[in-house]
């Protein structure tokens, strides 16, 4: 024969075990000695449990716990005030690194401008007189067409076993 388990003896002495497991549970509390002699222990001690009244709050505690929520509200209202100070101040300094550390790229780029623009000033007449251009186009041409037959033109490597 089984027992009944612990919380089904506890929910049969607070009466939260109802319905058909309800019944039968009673039905075996009272042909099982032990099971019985368990629900009447759980029963004297829910009895007992729902005897205690809950204590009597202190006179002040309404005003103590608003006055902790008010103080706990102020500490929050200085720190969103505290960190909508600070992300400006934090911007800026960013912004600062940033830009010091773009202004020594753009040093060097506005140098390598001047150095193109000397370059292209120097060799401009020569390029002109040899048409560089025309065999520069001509290059580039062959070298797209070269390229295009060599994707297409590829070698199949079939390896044949004897």
């Not at 500490?75 to 202004?103: D, E, F, Y």
């Not at 048409?131 to 067409?145: E, I, K, Q, S």
């Amino acid at each position: 024969m089984t027992h009944l388990t612990d919380t089904q003896l506890q929910g049969l002495a607070d009466g939260t075990l109802r319905g058909p497991e309800g019944m039968s549970a009673r039905e075996h509390c009272e042909d099982c000695s032990g099971c019985g002699a368990e629900l009447a222990l759980y029963a004297a001690l829910a009895g007992k449990l729902s005897a205690l009244r809950d204590p009597a709050p202190p006179a002040d505690f309404t005003a103590t716990v608003l006055a902790a929520a008010e103080a706990r509200e102020t500490q929050l209202v200085q720190r969103r005030h505290t960190l909508l100070a600070a992300l400006p101040a934090a911007a800026m300094a960013i912004v600062a690194i940033v830009g010091w550390a773009l202004s020594a790229q753009v040093n060097r780029l506005i140098d390598g401008v001047m150095w193109m623009r000397l370059v292209v000033g120097v060799l401009s007449p020569v390029v002109e007189t040899v048409r560089v251009p025309l065999v520069l186009g001509a290059l580039a041409f062959v070298t797209v067409v070269l390229a295009a037959l060599s994707r297409t033109l590829r070698p199949s490597h079939r390896v044949t076993t004897s």
